[in-house]
């Protein structure tokens, strides 16, 4: 495999905050249409990691290709082919779905069109609801329409489903599916074990802003000589899964 089939390429990313080091060396190749995760607990280095990959942080150390691009310096042309959906997403409260959606559109130039997005992520009853009326769950999902408005090759989702009910989960897992059918490559944060083990094909385990192990649900599990990704996690990591947020 060369880097040219290379979706995500991080080589050795550094972070410190202060006296706090965030990123410790981390290196992650992540391949052209796979949907890959990152597991970790609280404070491991995951959401410092996908915002230096998606180029709104800057490394201290180490280098980033999205695409071939580096996100840092070809700003312009990272912003048509990657879409990021954050934990927390500062939108302008007073506009409505519709008009958010909109706004974003205008920034491509091959949009989803606005009413076919809104109904993807199940928010036609909340079209013309301001964002600072949208229940946390929908504010979530309007962030990952904005996400995929673009109609991006890579995808960065920090949180996917956390807040969100069961019907709303599953229809998100049903979106990323759908994703991967038109090839698009996904980089995935997650607390949650079963969604990784259902949607990833790979799994980074991030402890202490290091990679501790790398590979399938089903390798990682073989690996650990245990039966869920659950117990592969603390096998590994030596750490408790956190619950669900
Ligand atoms: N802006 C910041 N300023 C100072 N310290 C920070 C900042 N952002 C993160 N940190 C610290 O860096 C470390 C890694 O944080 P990060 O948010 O990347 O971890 P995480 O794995 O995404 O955690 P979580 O699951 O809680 O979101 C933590 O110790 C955190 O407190």
Known sequence: MT????????IDLHKRYGSTTAVAGISLGVHRGEVFGILGTNGAGKTTTVEMIAGLRRPDAGQVRVLGLDPAVDRGEVRQVLGVQ???????????????????????????????????????EQATTRFEKLSGGQQQRLSIALALVGRPRVVILDELTTGLDP??????????????????????VSHAMEEVEALCDRVALFVAGQVEALD??????????????????????????EEVR
């Open 86 to 124: 954050l934990q927390s997403s500062a939108l302008h409260g007073s506009l409505t779905v519709t008009e958010l959606v909109g706004l974003y559109s205008s920034l491509y130039p091959r949009p989803v069109p606005t009413g076919e997005l809104i109904k993807q992520v199940g928010l036609t």
């Open 167 to 188: 019907r709303a989960r599953r229809e998100m897992w049903r979106t990323i599916e759908n994703l991967r059918a038109g090839g698009v490559t996904v980089l995935l």
């Open 216 to 241: 399938t649900p089903q390798g990682l599990t073989d690996r650990a000589g245990v039966s869920s990704l659950d117990e592969a996690f603390v096998a590994l990591t030596g750490q408790e899964p």
């Open 3 to 10: 880097s040219h089939d290379l979706a995500i390429e991080a």
